[in-house]
Each structure stands twice: as structure tokens, then as C-alpha cells.
T-cell receptor, first 114, second 109 residues
């Protein structure tokens, strides 16, 4: 089934540990995004990539890094996790660059940092 | 600043009609999106409006007034499966999405 796959679905990790959330899409979309969703707040953009080989910072990039080595994969890394990074993380993609087009979301990764 | 306002929660009865309002303030404007998100699931696209007026898509319709900075999502013939959160998001002049916190819609039999 075409779409976006995220892994892991859920993870608990200790503060200070390094963690990479994986995201793969098979729709050949140019643009990919990472959002976090916290209760009572709207989705917040962490990082984005308009095309393979390029990345940009979103609204809340501190403590996170991304890479876009190819069209399909867009991993998100927390170099040293902190409790405030406890959240649900959604990867998304769109055919159009920027956030101008319909976004297709993965199922989310629920991360708890203790 | 830029912000989106939408009610936190609404309750409606199965078979009825409900209107979910959204007001926005953004730096420029390039359109308004509505997404549906069932609990524990990913958001899914419902509609996009960039011109004033009503866009109808089956049981769901979306309205936009650019001069008022206002949109609404209208759901007709409500079904239990419509219980979800509805996210409003405005696209600003830099093609950045500004998201509302979402409206949780509860459908009662």
C-alpha cells in the first residue's frame, strides 16, 4: 500500500539518549516534513525538505536534526533527548514544495522521554 | 502574530448538521486547509479553499471569507464515524502552514 511509513510506532527512552525516528515514503513526493503534536497545541513544524539533498528549519528545530539523502527517506534524530521532547511525531509528504499542497501523513511515532 | 482560533470541543447528534468555525490571522494568505484526525491516527486531508465561497464535497462542505479571516467546515447527516478532531490550517505568504489546535467533535446517538 502506497504511503508513508514511520518507525518506531512508540518508544520510551531515557533522557540523554540518542534516538532516530525513521520515515519512508513511496509516492515519489518532492517535499517531506516532520511535525510534533502536543495536547492543546497545533501541529508544529520541526524540519522540512523541499527536495532530496536539501533541508530547512521549521518553527521548533532545536534539539532535532534531519537528513534527506534520497527522495524516499527522511529520518529525524534527537541527539540527546530531553523530557520536553515527549510528543507524538508525524512525518508527512507533499507533491508540492513548501506546505502548499495536500499533506500525506504517516501514522505517527509516540515518544516518551523519561 | 499569526494564529488560528477554533473551538476546543463540540458535541452533536447522529444525523444532525454541525458547523465548525475557524478564524485566522496570518502574514498574507494563500489558502485554508481542513484535516480530519481520528484519535490515535494520522491527519487526513478534507478540503482546501483559496477563493471566497462554499466548496461542497459529499457530506462535507468548507466555506471561506478572506475579508473576514474566517472559514467553517459543515458536516451534514452526521455519522458516528465522524467523531474525530478537525484541524484548521492557514497558509501564509511564505507558504508556511499555521495550524489550529483542533476541534474535537463528539457525536452522540
Amino acid at each position: 500500500i502506497a504511503g508513508i511509513t514511520q518507525a518506531p510506532t512508540s518508544q520510551i527512552l531515557a533522557a540523554g539518549r540518542r534516538m532516530t525516528l525513521r520515515c519512508t515514503q513511496d509516492m515519489r513526493h518532492n517535499a517531506m516534513y516532520w511535525y510534533r503534536q502536543d495536547l492543546g497545541l497545533g501541529l508544529r513544524l520541526i524540519h522540512y525538505s523541499n527536495t532530496a539533498g536539501t533541508t530547512g528549519k521549521g518553527e521548533v528545530p532545536d534539539g532535532y536534526s534531519v537528513s534527506r539523502a534520497n527522495t524516499d527517506d527522511f529520518p529525524l534524530t534527537l541527539a540527546s533527548a530531553v523530557p520536553s521532547q515527549t510528543s507524538v511525531y508525524f512525518c508527512a509528504s507533499s507533491l508540492l514544495a513548501g506546505e502548499a499542497g495536500e499533506l500525506f501523513f504517516g501514522e505517527g511515532s509516540r515518544l516518551t522521554v523519561l | 502574530g499569526q494564529n488560528i482560533d477554533q473551538p476546543t470541543e463540540m458535541t452533536a447528534t447522529e444525523g444532525a448538521i454541525v458547523q465548525i468555525n475557524c478564524t485566522y490571522q496570518t502574514s498574507g494568505f494563500n489558502g485554508l486547509f481542513w484535516y480530519q484526525q481520528h484519535a490515535g491516527e494520522a491527519p487526513t486531508f478534507l478540503s482546501y479553499n483559496v477563493l471566497d465561497g462554499l466548496e461542497e464535497k459529499g457530506r462535507f462542505s468548507s466555506f471561506l471569507s478572506r475579508s473576514k479571516g474566517y472559514s467553517y467546515l459543515l458536516l451534514k447527516e452526521l455519522q458516528m464515524k465522524d467523531s474525530a478532531s478537525y484541524l484548521c490550517a492557514a497558509l501564509n505568504s511564505n507558504y508556511q502552514l499555521i495550524w489550529g489546535a483542533g476541534t474535537k467533535l463528539i457525536i452522540k446517538p
